[in-house]
């Protein structure tokens, strides 16, 4: 049982083009994360959700929208998509936030915009 | 800025060697620290972790991390590498004042093992 999935897992585009990544948690846990890891392996967040509900956006360009549908999912939109954009995408998600609670990362998505 | 410090980019070790990678932050009041490694290709995974408690925390594959308050460290040690340890080692921090809201990464430390 995977406990914070991410689908798709490699992901290669055209410039321009709209792409989505979808990402599930089955812990049941009430918040979720997108993070962006660049070429040099920085890790940066973008989103994060608490039961639906934005809590953090990171200076994101607003090509980029989170959706949640529900606490255990959390899906990233990216419209017209720019070389620039050409990352590893986490998510993670953390039971709550407040001393003592950690984090689970999904497995990423390469993204390669062309 | 508040942010996580790793001084060490790169680091080169032969096996058995010991290591000791550095880990600053700069974020007041209580915090919550990490070390996470990224095996080449692969996804993050929890090395260890410290909430509270005793501050030599030990973690999977032998290794460990002091956390010292007066210092806003928390260096992550190892007393005998592996060839298999080769890795990117992230250590992150969040914090009371940011609301816990948000885990930040350092910029990460490359180690090479050589057999």
């Known amino acids: 049982d995977t406990a914070v999935s991410q689908t798709p897992k490699y992901l290669v585009t055209q410039m321009g083009n709209d792409k989505s990544i979808k990402c599930e948690q089955n812990?049941?846990?009430?918040?979720m994360y997108w993070y962006k890891q660049d070429s040099k392996k920085f890790l940066k967040i973008m989103f994060s959700?608490?039961?639906?509900?934005?809590?953090i956006n990171e200076t994101v360009p607003n090509r980029f929208s989170p959706k949640s549908p529900d606490k255990a999912h959390l899906n990233l939109h990216i419209n017209s998509l720019e070389l620039g954009d050409s990352a590893v995408y986490f998510c993670?998600?953390?039971?709550?936030?407040?001393?003592?609670?950690?984090?689970?990362f999904g497995s990423g998505t390469r993204l390669t915009v062309v | 800025a508040q942010s996580v410090s790793q001084h060490n980019h790169h680091v080169i070790l032969s096996e058995a060697a010991s290591l000791e990678l550095g880990c600053n932050y700069s974020?007041?009041?209580?915090?919550?620290l990490f070390w996470y490694v990224q095996y080449p290709g692969q996804h993050l995974q929890l090395l260890l972790k410290?909430?509270?408690?005793?501050?030599l925390v030990k973690g999977i594959k032998g290794f460990e991390a002091e956390f010292i308050k007066s210092k806003f460290s928390f260096n992550l040690r190892k007393p005998s590498v592996q060839w298999s340890d080769t890795a990117e080692y992230f250590c992150?921090?969040?914090?009371?004042?940011?609301?816990?809201?948000?885990?930040?990464f350092g910029t990460g430390t490359r180690l090479l093992v050589s057999p």
């Open positions: 993670a998600s953390s039971q709550g936030q407040g001393v003592g609670y950690g984090y689970t």
């Open positions: 812990l049941g846990h009430d918040t």
């Open positions: 959700y608490n039961n639906k509900e934005l809590i």
């Open positions: 410290y909430f509270s408690g005793d501050p």
């Open positions: 992150a921090v969040n914090a009371e004042n940011t609301g816990f809201q948000k885990l930040v």
């Open positions: 974020y007041g009041g209580t915090v919550n």
